[in-house]
């Protein structure tokens, strides 16, 4: 008898993942039935749900420990072109966002160190995206009693794209950008998650005071990142001092996938914090 096909394959990962997500197990995901390429195109057209601004973005199905009781307003009629929409409010905002956050590593380590906060992972790889949410799942079934990672979600989305639309002015007081891809090319310069562009999206989402913490094991994207964050107006530098007495930092080294990888390997890991300016006033 041969080896089995690669169909076959297909279907026992498919059949394991829809177990998983059904059965609502507590058995964490194993990430040999979600396979996925390294990498995504971020200028390819993918099959993505988006709200059309955030005052539609419906996080109740994400958080659903926050949702706003019945009595102070379930839900809120959203007038939109298409006719009107019903959104379901939480009772705090989302604040922290891990753009690309891979297998939720990050997400995971912080939820404990910052249960105050609302966290999620914006990923694109569709089975990357689905590990997460079933890894965040299971570890809510193993933590009834203490309502542990109830704060952390992820959803599939093209930041480079759809940022805007599910963040608002000032919402965000901290973004992770973990181990991008460093798109070695020259050519491919313009798919680096860091440009003056994209920078102005996250100056805009981001509330003044707020960090951006970046961290690379490619000390030539390093570098590309300190040059276009520290050339944006509205990005200071964080101080060496205050950036390693930072938890998120040391968190930041060790707990993501690629951070446990190059410690493997030995390699070196850059990491830069930037912090969000206040605006400066309209001319009078």
Known sequence: MGPPSSSNKRQKREDYRKAHRNEGLAELPKKKFYRQRAHANPFSDHQLTYPVSPALMDWSTYYPDFVVSVDDGLEKDQSTAMGVQRTRSLVKAVTVADIGCGFGGLLVALAPKLADEL????????????????????????????????????????????????????QLTRI???????????????????????????????????????????????????????????????????????????????????????????????????????DPPWPE
């Open 119 to 170: 966290m999620v992972g914006l990923e694109i790889r569709t089975q990357v995206t689905e590990f997460v949410q079933d890894r965040i799942k299971a570890l809510r079934n193993q933590n009834p009693a203490t309502g542990l990672y109830q704060n952390v979600a992820c959803l599939r989305a093209n930041t480079m794209k759809f940022l805007p639309n599910f963040f608002k002015k000032a």
């Open 176 to 278: 992770f950008l973990c181990f991008p891809d460093p798109h070695f090319k020259a050519r491919k310069h313009k798919a680096r998650i860091v440009s003056t562009t994209l920078n102005s999206e996250y100056a805009f989402v981001m509330k003044p005071g707020g960090i951006v913490y970046t961290i690379t094991d490619v000390e030539d994207l390093h570098n590309w990142m300190v040059q276009h964050f520290n050339g944006h107006p509205s990005f200071d530098r964080v101080t060496e001092e205050e950036q390693e007495s930072d938890t998120c930092v040391q968190t930041m080294r060790v707990e993501t996938e690629e951070g446990k990888k190059v410690e493997r390997n030995k390699g070196q890991k850059f990491v830069a914090c930037f912090r969000r300016l206040e």
